[in-house]
């Protein structure tokens, strides 16, 4: 899908604390707690050996966990990812950790999540 005027403007603010430009998104709706992310990795082999991403929410606050993929008797890590909250990740954190967005039974409003990603072989 093309770049809208409103994700250009996000991309543009996310790409001045970046300080270097990304090439593609990924749009996440969560309608209520029922919506959710299983654990994974973003790990595709298109992100590179070291993914770097940037992720921005809107709307209703979320937990956001992460877990060690070998080391066990590390603690899940857990974050509340607030409206207009910017998390990054980099570095080894996709070899390594795997993430999730677990559902929940609270009532909670929806929730958009944007992860700003750089593919390296877009033609
Ligand atoms: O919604 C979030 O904060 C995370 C989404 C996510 O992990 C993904 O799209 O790969
Ligand atoms: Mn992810």
Redesign the pocket.
């Known amino acids: 899908m093309p770049w809208t005027p409103v994700l250009l403007l996000i991309k543009k603010r996310v790409e001045d604390i970046a300080e270097f430009s990304f090439n593609s998104v990924?749009l996440?709706l969560?309608r209520d707690g029922k919506d959710s992310?299983s654990w994974?990795s973003?790990d595709e082999p298109e992100l590179g050996k070291y993914p770097v991403?940037y992720?921005v929410?809107f709307g209703g606050e979320?937990k956001?966990q992460l877990r060690h993929k070998l080391d066990k008797k590390l603690k899940k890590l857990e974050l509340i990812?607030t409206h207009g909250s910017l998390?990054i990740m980099k570095g080894k954190t996709q070899e390594y950790w795997q993430?999730?967005?677990p559902k929940t039974s609270k009532p909670v409003m929806p929730?958009i999540?944007l992860?700003f990603r750089i593919i390296k072989c877009l033609t």
């Open positions: 990924l996440n969560y992310v994974h973003d991403i992720s929410s979320r956001f990812l998390l993430h999730q967005i929730r999540n992860t």
